[in-house]
């Protein structure tokens, strides 16, 4: 499992960079807009991710600075892990 989970975050990292990309330099055509539509919505849903599990568990699980970035970079893939970590 810790193996997968390593892998989904690369592929979320993959996933940032070519969103970081077309933000640095913009890809030809419509792609562009897609990619801007897209990067922030997915920044949008972490951030939820990120709001839902400290007002949830905040109390409960002390997690650092580092893994709420985590959960807003790789989202449920963090989740996964700090779960792992401190839940299981």
């Given at each position: 499992m810790k193996i997968l989970i390593g892998l989904a975050?690369?592929?979320i990292?993959?996933?940032?960079?070519v969103l970081i990309t077309n933000i640095v330099n913009p890809f030809p055509g419509v792609a562009a807009m897609a990619l801007y539509i897209l990067t922030g919505f997915l920044l949008f849903m972490?951030?939820?991710q990120v709001l839902i599990f400290v007002g949830a568990f905040g109390d409960k699980?002390?997690?650092?600075?580092?893994e709420k970035w985590s959960i807003l970079l790789f989202g449920i893939f963090a989740l996964l892990d700090i779960r792992r970590k401190h839940m299981m």
């Open positions: 975050k690369l592929a990292l993959f996933v940032w960079i972490h951030g939820i699980v002390a997690i650092s600075k580092w």
